[in-house]
């Protein structure tokens, strides 16, 4: 059996709501609220809790399938959370369309650690073909207030990061894109889009101004020799806890359920045999059961072709977020 590292880090979705309606997405499409998932908000009771019973855990993310800042307890939980030393960031992302000024204090005067703002378009134009019924103006405007609260606080916290999926209806304003980083002291964090929604046009142009040196996850794929994202050391490092309590253990699980923190702690879930099968799975290469939800993800395809490792794992640990990357801001 692999013995793998402590958990000192988790994953809790304290939304599956969210206003927009982005044209690839599982919760916009409705899958996400039929299945397992559904639809709810992390309240600042299971926090409290949570808390309690997790004194390991030091740092959560608090993004997955909705928008955080819908969940009407969450300058509640900012707060709690700093005072019990516990270090929040929002590394899947946020629309920040809609985020009440005391939230936006909050972010500030409790010290988040960071925020990954999705924002697919330097124009309301461009914008909206993805992130439709979302507006930009209401975004920039909650980002310079954010900012306001930085100056009066003398604090550099939250670090801000603008996600830019690269699309082929948008690949003409990264260079604007970049120059709004400036203009809002943002990292420039490009992602490689993950469907087949409106691909990239000019590639060369896209390898260039993105500095990614690649134009889509092929691209990378044949260039580094690896994929661009391998999402199952999730489970292993920050495992995702859905808005009920249930454990989803990775990011993208949205077929069955891996147990549940209510009235038992992540270490707890780590010695049962759920966890010691995910283990021989993922990184043994035993055949997955039907019980679990890597047999219905196509991420498995490519565990069954290379398992993950000890040494992937502490790659992936070591990952730092865009926004903490100190030559990155303003970048």
């Not at 998932?37 to 808390?51: A, L, P, R, S, Y």
């Not at 955080?68 to 700093?82: P, R, S």
């Amino acid at each position: 059996m692999i013995i793998l590292p402590k958990i000192t880090e988790a994953s809790i979705d304290l939304s599956t709501i969210c206003q927009l309606r982005c044209v690839e997405c599982s919760t916009s499409k409705g899958i996400t609220h039929k299945g397992i998932v559904g639809k709810g908000q992390f309240k600042i009771e299971q926090f409290v809790d949570f808390v309690n019973n997790n004194p390991q855990i030091k740092r959560i993310e608090m993004s997955n399938w909705g928008e955080i800042f819908l969940n009407k307890d969450i300058a509640q939980i900012i707060k709690y959370a700093y005072e019990h030393n516990i270090v929040l960031y929002c590394g899947n992302g946020t629309n920040f369309n809609d985020v009440d000024d005391l939230v936006l204090e909050y972010l500030v005067k409790y010290k988040v650690e960071y925020l990954n703002l999705s924002i697919d378009g330097a124009t309301q134009e461009t914008y909206e073909k993805y992130r439709v019924r979302g507006n930009l103006e209401k975004v920039f405007h909650n980002i310079e207030r954010l900012n306001f609260y930085k100056n009066k606080y003398h604090s550099e916290y939250p670090r801000l990061s603008w996600q830019f999926v690269i699309l082929g209806h948008n690949e003409h304003e990264l260079p604007l894109v970049k120059k709004l980083c400036e203009k809002y002291n943002m990292a420039f964090n490009p992602k490689l889009n993950y469907s087949t929604f409106s691909p990239v046009i000019d590639k060369e142009f896209v390898r260039k101004e993105s500095g990614l040196g690649v134009a889509d996850r092929q691209e990378y794929k044949e260039l580094h020799k690896k994929e661009y994202k391998i999402p199952c050391y999730h489970c292993f490092s920050s495992p995702q806890i859905n808005w009920n309590g249930d454990i989803l253990g990775c990011s993208v699980n949205k077929w069955k359920t891996l147990g549940s923190i209510t009235n038992k702690s992540i270490e707890e879930w780590t010695n049962s045999e759920t966890f010691r099968t995910l283990v021989r799975v993922l990184f043994e290469g035993t055949e997955c059961p039907p019980e679990l939800p890597c047999l219905y993800c196509p991420n498995y395809q490519k565990i069954l072709k290379n398992t993950l490792t000890l040494e992937g794992l502490e790659q992936y640990n070591r990952y730092v977020p865009t926004a903490l990357k100190k030559n990155e801001l303003s970048k």
